[in-house]
């Protein structure tokens, strides 16, 4: 896999980013940036044990005493943040929730923003911290809708202000069955832990950057696929080896980032000083699985994929530009499409002609 650079180098190539939960599918693309822009990172997991593969994989791709793990079991626990952030310029988090099925919004939502929270004040208590990137959802800000239900409607015009308090109040509806809040509680939990991010932040003023990344379908490769389930990335997988066909029809159309572009998208946020309190919206173009069967049928023409319904494309309008401009601002040419995201993704598995 080919390194990509950060125009300009960095000044220091000595400054140490943090990455929580760095074994996860985006979190350990935003270490990969970091490294390969030449900077150093630590990273969180809760079992060093179980994750010695990442750093050996970083140490063979960068060499030694680039990266390193840090083991924390409670992410809450008082003083815990203030050892790990030691030396560090920025923070990236980007563990969190991954869940889909929500039984308790409130309950989640406060154990998660109590170790959210511990993390904002031990950064901003420490005074080399000068950016902290956190990771959202595109569900904290819409539900995607099934097209043919809304195309007698305006399409929707999605702004960084704009909030999915729809879902919150279905979430929280005692008339609906488990069945009619459909994924409603999962999106009111990224929403009301975006929400209470950005409220903390108005109310510490903290000296540091703070920016929030939203992304919603991630594809493209995986950095070990031997060990990572690969999450999105991980139904593409499936789905080319004619599983998961159920779960691909219930999903609708939406859009979707490539992994690599997910963390380039933290790099600049914590690179740039100029992006600050920003929405940024990881969302690279619309797709759909029907779509994407198209492209594997002509990626690999010896292969034999069902047959999906066209539910046609998500007729909401997000506000991506920024994201794109900061792609740019590292070299890059714009967004990593959706057939070299699709062939990336299988062919980290599999190298097909």
Same mark, same amino acid.
């Given at each position: 896999m080919a390194r990509d650079?950060?125009?300009?180098?960095?000044?220091?190539?000595?400054?140490?980013?943090l990455v929580t939960g760095v074994n996860g599918l985006i979190a350990?693309?935003?270490?990969?940036?970091?490294?390969?822009?030449g900077y150093?990172?630590?990273?969180?997991?809760?079992?060093?044990?179980?994750?010695?593969?990442?750093?050996?994989?970083?140490?063979?791709?960068?060499?030694?005493?680039?990266?390193?793990?840090?083991?924390?079991?409670?992410?809450?626990?008082?003083?815990?943040?203030?050892v790990t952030l030691q030396g560090v310029s920025g923070v990236a988090s980007v563990a969190g929730p991954s869940y889909l099925d929500v039984d308790d919004v409130d309950c989640i939502v406060a154990s998660e923003l109590k170790w959210f929270f511990a993390l904002l004040s031990a950064a901003k208590k420490t005074s080399s911290v000068k950016?902290?990137?956190?990771?959202?959802?595109?569900?904290?800000a819409y539900t995607p809708t099934n097209p043919s239900s809304s195309s007698f409607l305006p399409p929707r015009n999605v702004t960084e202000s704009t909030w999915n308090d729809e879902a919150v109040l279905k979430a929280a509806d005692p008339t609906l069955s488990k069945e009619e809040r459909g994924l409603a509680p999962f999106a009111a939990v990224k929403v009301k832990v975006e929400r209470a991010c950005w409220e903390w932040v108005e109310r510490e003023k903290p000296r540091f950057t703070f920016n929030t990344v939203l992304?919603?379908?991630?594809?493209?490769?995986?950095?070990?696929?031997?060990?990572?389930?690969?999450?999105?990335a991980g139904m593409l997988l499936r789905l080319f080896e004619g599983k998961d066909y159920e779960m691909v029809r219930k999903t609708l159309p939406q859009w979707f980032v490539d992994s690599r572009d997910a963390?380039?998208?933290? +790099?600049?946020?914590?690179?740039?000083?100029? #992006?600050? %309190?920003?929405?940024?919206?990881?969302?690279? =173009?619309?797709?759909?699985?029907?779509?994407?069967?198209?492209?594997?049928?002509?990626?690999?023409p010896n292969h034999i994929f069902a047959d999906l319904d066209d539910q046609g494309w998500d007729q909401t309008e997000l506000p991506?530009? +920024?994201?794109?401009?900061?792609?740019?601002? #590292?070299? %890059?040419?714009?967004?990593?499409?959706?057939? =070299?995201?699709?062939?990336?993704?299988i062919e980290c598995y599999y190298q097909l002609a």
């Open positions: 650079l950060l125009f300009p180098p960095p000044k220091s190539p000595n400054t140490i980013f350990s693309h935003v270490a990969d940036q970091l490294l390969a822009a150093r990172v630590r990273g969180t997991v809760r079992d060093i044990s179980r994750c010695e593969w990442l750093a050996q994989h970083f140490a063979n791709r960068y060499g030694a005493n680039r990266f390193g793990l840090v083991q924390l079991n409670d992410f809450s626990a008082e003083g815990a943040w203030e950016s902290f990137s956190f990771t959202s959802s595109i569900w904290a992304a919603d379908t991630v594809l493209g490769p995986i950095l070990a696929p031997d060990f990572q389930r690969g999450s999105t963390g380039r998208l933290h +790099l600049v946020a914590l690179t740039d000083p100029t #992006i600050n %309190r920003r929405r940024i919206f990881a969302c690279a =173009e619309r797709y759909s699985w029907y779509r994407i069967v198209q492209i594997l049928r002509r990626l690999y991506n530009a +920024l994201a794109g401009e900061m792609l740019k601002s #590292i070299g %890059r040419p714009g967004w990593v499409p959706l057939e =070299e995201s699709v062939k990336a993704n």
